[in-house]
């Protein structure tokens, strides 16, 4: 598919691809303002249209709907199509720190063919770094009798299995002063180990100017005593202490093209469908 401005140009964006009000994938537009994407679809004829969101500077606006014929197959499968939550709008725009809620519906495809429940797994991948997706549930079952549609007004029981995928971004985070155990009484211990151990090779140093070889000995001790007390500086336990856990990076901003990917298996070859979705961080 292709979308372009009045002026000729090359739109930017997002556009859905819909099948009687179920949004069956998300692409987002490369600069050249096309996109592609494979359905998995039930046997015979389909209408479809692609919905453009809009930009900045483009209003939204849906193309014509078009015939697809599928072939049909014997195979059991399925198929997975989305639905905003929150935010109830599609491309998902999240602030970072936000969360957002999509339903995924597991559409049945030949569920009469199965000798066996369907186990069907999700997962999502593409999320960019700082993020994460769940699903509730993330496995859910298809029987011979699950139903492949749900008009309106069915209760959830007449309709095809859901799941809520919830994708969580992260701000950024401040890291507060951490005190080390025992409060302010730890330094002062510190130093009562320390300062007799210091003063000691000092007057040993001081008392023996006249022994080389125990001027070297002390001098030796000394650069010991003070390598131990720069490593112990360094150490992580110690930074952590007077300094405090690191700072949370924030998700980076951006356009992201998240792929949910349900695989399933009939105990002889596995089965994995998927579909696109686009969330935008800011």
């Not at 597991?106 to 069907?120: D, E, G, H, R």
């Not at 210091?198 to 390598?227: C, H, I, P, Q, Y």
């Not at 007390?229 to 700072?247: A, D, E, W």
């Amino acid at each position: 598919m292709s979308v372009t401005g009045a002026d000729g140009l090359p739109a930017a964006g997002a556009v859905d691809i819909e099948e009687g009000g179920r949004r069956l994938a998300e692409v987002a537009l490369n600069p050249t303002g096309q996109a592609s994407s494979v359905l998995t679809m039930a046997g015979g004829l389909h209408s479809l249209r692609a919905v453009y969101s809009g930009d900045a500077t483009h209003l939204a606006s849906t193309s014509q709907s078009t015939s697809v014929q599928s072939l049909a197959g014997t195979t059991p499968s399925f198929q997975l199509t989305l639905a905003p939550v929150a935010p109830s709008a599609l491309p998902l725009v999240l602030t970072a720190g936000d969360a957002g809620t999509i339903n995924v519906t597991i559409v049945p495809v030949n569920p009469s063919a199965l000798t066996s429940p369907m186990f069907v797994t999700l997962s999502c991948s593409g999320l960019p770094n700082q993020a994460s997706c769940s699903f509730t549930p993330e496995s859910v079952e298809i029987q011979p009798t699950t139903p492949t549609s749900c008009p309106t007004g069915s209760p959830a029981s007449a309709c095809p299995p859901v799941s809520s995928m919830v994708l969580q971004t992260q701000a950024a985070g401040t890291a507060a002063r951490a005190m080390p155990p025992g409060g302010s009484d730890s330094a002062p211990v510190a130093w009562a180990i320390l300062l007799p151990g210091v003063l000691g090779l000092g007057g040993l140093a001081w008392g023996a100017r006249r022994r080389a070889w125990l001027s070297r000995l002390a001098l030796v001790a000394l650069v010991g005593l003070f390598t131990m007390l720069g490593t112990t500086g360094c150490n992580p336990r110690y930074y952590y202490f007077h300094h405090g856990p690191p700072t949370n990076l924030p998700t980076p901003a951006g356009t992201y093209t998240v792929t949910v990917t349900g695989q399933s298996s009939n105990g002889i070859s596995a089965i994995t469908q998927n579909t696109k979705m686009v969330l935008t961080v800011q």
